[in-house]
T-cell receptor, first 122, second 109 residues
Framework: GAVVSQHPSRVICKSGTSVKIECRSL??????MFWYRQFPKQSLMLMAT?????????EQGVEKDKFLINHASLTLSTLTVTSAHPEDSSFYIC??????????????????FGNGTRLTVT | GIQVEQSPPDLILQEGANSTLRCNFS?????LQWFHQNPWGQLINLFY???GTKQNGRLSATTVATERYSLLYISSSQTTDSGVYFC???????????FGKGTTLSVSS
């Protein structure tokens, strides 16, 4: 089953509004989560690394005031696109390094992805 | 930073054919993952393979870390194999800092 849950899967918003995307780890602790952006027909680009209880680390060229990241618990990171513009329209994907909780087994691959959020700003 | 090259960029196959996808990386890496992105955008983990060979059904992967490349083999391809295949070298923290540009596979019946 899914290890990382991302919500919503699709959102359409008006220019100037803010949109929040949630990324949850299911049955596992995720002390570190990552946010990627993918334009059509292109590869994934790492935007930022989200660490539980501390400030996110942003990649060069990513505006931290525009893409607000909060990682307040071991199972939830949120990405808020503030004052969205049409050029922010994209596919946003989160991923997590999973640390198994006791009794919940283990996974071989440490990087698991949510199903993505397709944002359209009109 | 590390550079990643995937080849071929596009591949068209008839159902039942075999194929080999390649991923070259410019620097030593701690690990490497292969992913399949289906037409709905979902990323599916295929292999987590720092070196050697792993097999999972019709798919297998080989990473030769010393020569900085990894191969993904798809045998007896099916239409459901269509999509984009990405490789992503991982650093020590398990982060995929960069993805290859992917190989777009189209399998027709």
């Amino acid at each position: 089953g899914a290890v990382v849950s991302q919500h919503p899967s699709r959102v359409i918003c008006k220019s100037g509004t803010s949109v929040k995307i949630e990324c949850r780890s299911l049955d596992f602790q995720a002390t570190t989560m990552f946010w990627y952006r993918q334009f059509p027909k292109q590869s994934l680009m790492l935007m930022a690394t989200s660490n539980e209880g501390s400030k996110a680390t942003y990649e060069q060229g990513v505006e931290k005031d525009k893409f607000l990241i909060n990682h307040a618990s071991l199972t939830l990171s949120t990405l808020t696109v503030t004052s969205a513009h049409p050029e922010d329209s994209s596919f946003y994907i989160c991923s997590a390094i999973i640390v198994p909780m006791l009794g919940h087994g283990s996974y071989n691959s440490p990087l698991h992805f949510g199903n993505g959020t397709r944002l359209t700003v009109t | 930073g590390i550079q990643v090259e995937q080849s071929p960029p596009d591949l068209i196959l008839q159902e039942g054919a075999n194929s080999t996808l390649r991923c070259n990386f410019s620097d030593s890496v701690n690990n490497l993952q292969w992913f399949h992105q289906n037409p709905w955008g979902q990323l599916i983990n295929l292999f987590y393979i720092p070196s050697g060979t792993k097999q999972n059904g019709r798919l297998s992967a080989t990473t030769v870390a010393t020569e900085r490349y990894s191969l993904l083999y798809i045998s007896s391809s099916q239409t459901t194999d269509s999509g984009v295949y990405f490789c992503a070298p991982l650093n020590q923290a398990g982060t995929a800092l960069i993805f290859g540009k992917g190989t777009t596979l189209s399998v027709s019946s």
